[in-house]
């Protein structure tokens, strides 16, 4: 599962603080190698989008800022970058909440996407026919207001907007949010297509674990600001603790506390 | 007021026709507002002094000896510098505060060039003179019975075709569309490698352009003087009733100003003793800050359930 040779994306025991003060990443570290699908889970305010803001280095308009460790990508590192000159080296971010240009059409949306590129009208326009056909539903609504269609379509319209930049790695911040279970699973069918035919490496950050690691290879489990857990996601949908504290299941009957609750104590050492 | 509509309805006409020609001048101060307004969602209140610096460069270089066009060449360069410099120098040190901030340092923006243009250009009174005459055009007066400025005409020509240039710019270039996408959602436009200064820049130099013919018009109409600064004044009631950030509305909004003030205070102003024109385009401005506060081409806030 992990290849031998360099990973494509690699995270290195960063620490992020916002505004100075308050510190939210207290030495994450990851990778995401060439071709792979690598999910970030983890509950509400557990670090997953900032690890996305620092990758993107969208931070700094946040005011947060990478104070310690590295990142670097296809073997280079890119922490000093501006999230321009990241998009044009193939890393893009779908933000959370999707963040479409609500007064723009959805054409218009994806057209922007391919701002940064320089290689002519002609492969643009290709592109954008290569977006509707994985999402022929934007086809329809390509004159409407993004504004105004439907959460799952804005979805769709960010994550297809961020393909017509020709990225090599989209950092997916929970594509999941506020979406019927149905289209939930055709975003990700989507998504795990992209891998397959276009070979986009994807990060995605998600709270509904199930999924992600239904689609993911490889999961790293975010708490409080660390990695707590990580492995390829078949061993880490069969975990326990995973089942336990994630997917909710509680096993068979009922356990001792002393067998159930090693994962608990160790995060309290941790934390 | 309505007898003398009826009786003499070509007057009531001519005073209206006049009152929108005077309003596309307004229309043309908006304008650079309504720009800055759109890109970055800061009310620039410095566009007037920008008009003022505009106008004093330009004829101060007439008055060296300059070649009128190439006068017009170096102002333009001037002003896009200045723009230019404003985004780096002002606007890039406060990306991501709140926008009153960002308001506050226009207020700072606004004292800095009437002084800077007065410092440089002294503060006598110019008269420029565009080669343009203020006076009626006869042909079209004997033909039609309406006496119209052929100043005004020309500066309703200039002015249409800047909103032309504008509105393609904004819907059809790469640059207009990625405006656009960071006056929705600055954090999006970053996400996708829009480089918000570069943006920005592009911004402060179109405003200097649209400043420029502003003060050249306005200049040759007035004389280039302080009180070319204080035009900001009278745009803000376009902008309450055109939308704050819509090119259409600035047009729009500017052209009811012109023709209710000069309708208003020809015949209803009798009733109060005159010279109303002078407030009533703010009564107006506030009837539609209670009824319409987005104004008649604001964007709608869209909002989802």
């Known amino acids: ?271 | 007021m309505l007898d003398v509509v009826i009786t003499d309805p070509l007057f009531a006409v001519e005073v209206i026709f006049s009152g929108l020609l005077s309003g596309i001048m307004y229309s043309l101060v908006a304008l650079g507002f309504a720009l800055i307004f759109k890109a970055s969602g800061i009310f620039n209140f410095g566009q007037g002094a920008f008009v003022l610096f505009a106008a004093l460069t330009f004829v101060s270089l007439l008055n060296m000896g300059i070649n009128f066009w190439l006068a017009v060449l170096i102002s333009l360069a001037v002003m896009i510098a200045y723009g230019i410099a404003v985004e780096r120098v002002v606007l890039r040190p406060l990306v991501n505060q709140p926008l009153i901030i960002l308001f506050m340092a226009t207020i700072g923006l606004n004292f800095f060039t009437e002084g800077l243009a007065q410092t440089l250009w002294g503060t006598e009174v110019h008269a420029l003179d565009l080669g343009i005459p203020d006076v009626p055009w006869n042909a079209l007066g004997d033909a039609t019975g309406l006496y119209l400025s052929v100043f005004e005409l020309v500066a309703a020509v200039i002015a249409g075709v800047m909103v032309v240039a504008l509105a393609l710019f904004f819907s059809k270039t790469r640059t207009g569309r990625a405006l656009r996408a960071v006056s929705d959602d600055h954090q999006a436009a970053m996400s996708v490698g829009i480089p918000l200064q570069h943006i920005w820049a592009v911004t402060w130099a179109v405003a200097g352009i649209i400043a420029l013919v502003a003060g050249m018009l306005w200049g040759a109409k007035l004389g280039v003087q302080f009180s070319l600064a204080l035009l900001a004044l009278k745009a803000l009631p376009v902008l309450i009733i055109g939308g704050f950030d819509s090119i259409e509305g600035a047009i729009v909004g500017g052209l009811i100003v012109g023709a209710s003030e000069k309708f208003a205070e020809v015949f209803i102003g009798p009733y109060f003793g005159g010279a109303i024109e002078n407030w009533f385009p703010y009564v107006l401005a506030t009837i539609f800050l209670l009824f319409r506060p987005q104004g008649l081409f604001g964007e709608r806030i869209i909002e989802r359930v």
Not at chain 1, 7 to 18: C, D, G, K, Q, T
Not at chain 1, 151 to 162: F, K, L, P, S
């Open chain 1, 1 to 271: 599962m992990s290849t031998p040779n360099e990973p494509l994306l690699s995270v290195n025991n960063i620490e992020v603080i916002y505004d100075r003060v308050i510190l939210v990443l207290k030495g994450v570290s990851l990778d995401v190698p060439e071709g792979g699908i690598v999910a970030l889970l983890g509950a509400n305010g557990a670090g997953k989008s900032t690890t996305l803001k620092a990758v993107s280095n969208l931070l700094k308009s946040e005011r947060g800022e990478v104070t310690k460790g590295s990142i670097s990508y296809q073997g280079k590192r890119v922490d000093t970058l501006t999230p321009n000159d990241l998009v044009k080296r193939g890393v893009i971010q779908v933000m959370e909440g999707r963040h479409c240009f609500e007064h723009l059409s959805v054409e218009e949306n994806l057209i922007t996407g391919a701002y940064t590129r320089k290689d002519g009208r002609a492969n643009v326009a290709e592109d954008l026919e290569m977006v509707y056909s994985y999402f022929p539903r934007l086809k329809e609504r390509r004159h409407s207001q993004a504004g105004y269609i439907s959460g799952g379509e804005q979805q769709m319209t960010a994550i297809g907007r961020a393909l017509m930049a020709r990225p090599t790695l989209i950092l997916l911040d929970e594509p999941s949010m506020g979406l019927a279970p149905q289209l939930v699973e055709e975003i990700f069918e989507i998504v795990s297509k992209l891998n397959r035919e276009k070979s986009v490496s994807f990060l995605l950050a998600e709270q509904n674990v199930a999924v992600a690691l239904r689609y993911a290879k490889h999961g790293y489990v975010l708490e409080n600001g660390r990695i707590v857990l990580d492995g390829a996601a078949d061993a880490l949908s069969e975990n326990e603790d995973v089942k336990e504290f994630y997917l909710g299941f509680s096993g068979t009957g009922r356990k001792s506390f002393r067998d159930v609750k090693h994962y608990r104590r160790r995060k309290r050492w941790l934390a």
